[in-house]
């Protein structure tokens, strides 16, 4: 221990000054890469190329930009753009301040994001040209509102591309990222600098992150799944190359150049990946890896996508407010039909199965996820009681339910608070899409509870089929083989794949499927 010094105030001064010493944030990491490597290509989007040095300078004028507009620690700037490179800059420059940027999604409802806007209410409001007139109506009472383009770039103009004073600490919110609102109006995850830099340790130890690492940035940077792994890849001296959205064949015209360290695959999207690789004029460079949420991908589209890229699956279950921790450690081999899909423990968290009363379940139970670690978020903005429940017992409670098999693997069963009660059992609607997804026939499938005047509630399941010979019968008869008898869907429908409402992530929206029965 080291010796504390004799008076009172000298032994506050001197853990000042300790913990000054041992801090760090994700703006002063990513400054550091812009002095080893200046000329190294941070972010790419379509021909240009934004190099390190070039990001730096950008990123300190706007972070004076936002310092005249009053901007300071602790204060919210809240983005509402498509994919650009203004977003990293806007991340950065508050990363530098101490301010939080807000991730607007542009998808949401004006009565959304009214919610959003005034639960975290933002003294900046920063929107492209394509999305600003979705900010009218919201009543959002920023200070200033900035439109992406001539105005932002003449604030810049006027800002120094010297850096400014770091004033963030590890501890301070860089982000607040809204959780997608199934079972309500979206809540606000406060992620901090701390979390934001343990999430990338746990890419770098369980993820195969490298320095000089590549990643295509495709998905809605309002969303983790983008704009973390897109810091992580910049914090390592990495590249970042963005798209505005979905597009499967530049997606194979960039495998087929760029070796990356992770080639983003979301649901609802693998077949149209798989098509463009058929189709590309050039064989792909095998990724490190592809993928996530395996659980709601057919397997025979995983085995495909994976042969045609010769790189494996990531199985992956992280959340907004953990990161990609707890259970994304497990890769599935490239070419494989998995018979199961349980999920590995990662590095730097420490979780438990618990039932309702918070007491640990023996091995094959179903239980909640609770979850300690570095990677966890600081809290949901502005929800005192949610913060409680959620974090009751000093335990981040994920509310999804996980049974762990004798293997030490984690086999993921449903939510909490999507059950179907029937007959006094309890069904997990993942249990059955599991089944029908084994169907190669199967494109997509959705179980959602019907209201039962005998059971209390049966399962009843929507399914897209890509051979329209593929009766209900045959379905019918795979979940005779393979599940309980109260588990069997009483009704099973045929629906375009279109017709699914999914979550920014390609999450089918349960809630709304359900819906379709009261209709």
């Not at 703006?27 to 550091?32: F, K, N, P, T």
């Not at 970042?240 to 992770?262: I, Q, T």
């Not at 590309?280 to 993928?291: E, F, H, K, L, V």
């Not at 909490?416 to 993942?430: C, D, H, L, T």
């Amino acid at each position: 221990m080291p010796q504390q010094a004799s008076q009172p105030g000298q032994a506050g001064a001197a853990e000042a000054l300790a913990a000054q010493a041992a801090a760090l944030t994700v703006g002063e990491l990513i400054a550091l890469q812009a002095q080893r490597s200046p000329d190294a290509v941070a972010l790419s989007e379509g021909a240009r190329r934004i190099t390190f040095r070039e990001l730096e300078r950008r990123v300190n004028r706007t972070a004076h930009a936002l310092a005249a507009q009053g901007i300071v620690r602790g204060e919210r700037v809240a983005l509402l753009a498509e994919n650009r490179p203004e977003w990293i800059e806007l991340v950065l420059a508050c990363a530098k301040l101490g301010a939080i940027l807000c991730a607007l999604n542009w998808r949401l409802t004006p009565h959304e994001l009214r919610h959003c806007i005034g639960l975290t209410t933002p003294s900046v409001l920063i929107a492209s040209p394509r999305h600003r007139d979705k900010l009218e109506g919201t009543g959002h009472g920023a200070r200033h509102v900035v439109a992406l383009g001539p105005e932002h770039e003449a604030l810049l103009a006027q800002g120094s591309e010297a850096a400014p004073p770091i004033a963030a600490q590890p501890e301070d919110g860089l982000l607040i990222l809204y959780t997608s609102g199934t079972t309500g109006l979206p809540k606000g995850a406060l992620i901090s600098h701390r979390a934001e830099i343990a999430r990338m340790l746990v890419n770098v130890m369980d993820m195969g992150l490298r320095p000089g690492a590549g990643l295509s940035v495709w998905p809605p940077l309002y969303h983790m799944a983008a704009l973390e792994q897109a810091l992580h890849v910049l914090m390592v001296g990495g590249t970042g190359h963005l798209y505005d959205g979905l597009d499967a064949d530049a997606l194979a015209r960039l495998v087929a150049s760029e070796r990356l360290w992770w080639l983003i695959l979301l649901p609802g999207m693998v077949d149209q990946m798989i098509e463009a690789l058929k189709r590309a004029p050039a064989p792909p460079r095998p990724p490190g890896q592809c993928g996530a949420m395996a659980d709601l991908v057919p397997v025979h589209q995983i085995a495909e996508v994976t042969r045609l890229l010769d790189a494996p699956y990531v199985n992956t279950f992280g959340s907004t407010e953990t990161g990609i921790p707890p259970l994304s450690a497990h890769r599935i081999a490239p070419g494989k039909v998995p018979e199961r899909l349980s999920k590995r423990a990662n590095s730097l968290c420490s979780f438990r199965l618990v039932d309702a009363d918070d007491r640990d379940v023996p091995d094959g139970t179903p239980g909640e996820l609770a979850f300690r670690g570095p990677t966890c978020l600081s809290g949901y903005w502005n929800a005192p009681e949610t913060n409680v429940q959620d974090f009751r017992g000093g335990w981040f409670h994920l509310g999804d339910m996980f049974i762990r098999r004798e293997d030490g693997s984690y086999d993921f069963v449903d939510r909490v608070k999507y059950m179907i009660k029937s007959g006094g059992e309890n069904v997990y609607p993942a249990e059955i899409e599991r089944v029908l997804l084994r169907d190669r026939r199967v494109r997509e499938a959705v179980v959602v509870r019907r209201k039962d005047a005998k059971w209390g509630e049966v399962p009843v399941a929507f399914v897209t089929r890509d051979d329209e010979s593929l009766s209900a019968d045959a379905l019918h008869a795979a979940c005779r083989e393979e599940l309980a008898g109260f588990k069997q869907p009483k009704e099973i429908r045929f629906v375009p794949f279109a017709d699914f409402p999914r979550s920014t992530t390609g999450k089918v929206q349960r809630h709304e499927v359900e819906k379709w029965l009261e209709r």
